[in-house]
């Protein structure tokens, strides 16, 4: 079945350093890729997303890249701050089974 | 606009209650979903709905049940709860591939 594998934290950055979280998936046919957070206290959020190989999602000055050849969709971002602070949960959603697989997320914490 | 809401926020149970967690959306999205969140864990589909009058087990739906409603609401059930369902359970929709979240039921079973 589809699993995702991301990272484990928690991940502590001083403010304005390069993040990367990894992610890596394994899924049957072309599933689209997610990067969620959830802030603390909250519900997730979509971050961005990519549907088909070698999109780049972005937001929030956060990128990915939808890599096919090495099943990978890695999380940067090349200044943290510390409202960053959050858990960053990786998924995927193959439509034929109307399901969504997340990763078990990576708390990052960004220090001042 | 609210999306997609969840009551109540919090709630401590006995083991051997039951209560119901309740999930709407002003979205008018088909499907819905139940998940609950644990630390280590990640999120695990409980159940989810399809649309309207359909349910599907997820990856963890034992002790649990679910009613859809109608297009709108679709409610999580425990029958007689117990401490190894202590968790955050969050609701959510789907359109197309992007799913959209409540802000989650924080439940403790004592």
């Known amino acids: 079945g589809d699993s995702v594998t991301q990272m484990e934290g928690p991940v502590t950055l001083s403010e304005e350093a390069f993040l990367t979280i990894n992610c890596t998936y394994t899924a049957t046919g072309y599933p689209s890729l997610f990067w969620y957070v959830q802030y603390p206290g909250e519900g997730l959020q979509l971050l961005l997303k990519?549907?088909?190989?070698?999109d780049k999602g972005s937001n929030k000055g956060f990128e990915a890249t939808y890599r096919k050849e090495t099943t990978s969709f890695h999380l940067e971002k090349g200044s943290v701050q510390v409202s960053d602070s959050a858990v960053y949960f990786c998924a995927l959603f193959s439509g034929g089974y109307q399901k969504v697989t997340f990763g078990t997320g990576t708390k990052l914490q960004v220090i001042p | 606009n609210a999306g997609v809401t969840q009551t109540p926020k919090f709630q401590v149970l006995k083991t051997g209650q039951s209560m119901t967690l309740q999930c709407a959306q002003d979205m008018n999205h088909n499907s819905m979903y139940w998940y609950r969140q644990d630390p280590g864990m990640g999120l695990r589909l409980i159940y989810y709905s399809a649309s309207e009058g359909t349910t599907d087990k997820g990856e963890v739906p034992n002790g649990y049940n679910v009613s859809r409603l109608n297009k709108r609401e679709f409610s999580l059930r425990l029958e007689s709860a117990a401490p190894s369902q202590t968790s955050v359970y969050f609701c959510?929709?789907?359109?197309?591939?992007?799913?959209?979240f409540g802000p989650g039921t924080r439940l403790l079973v004592l």
């Open positions: 990519a549907t088909k190989a070698d």
């Open positions: 959510a929709t789907r359109t197309g591939n992007t799913q959209y």
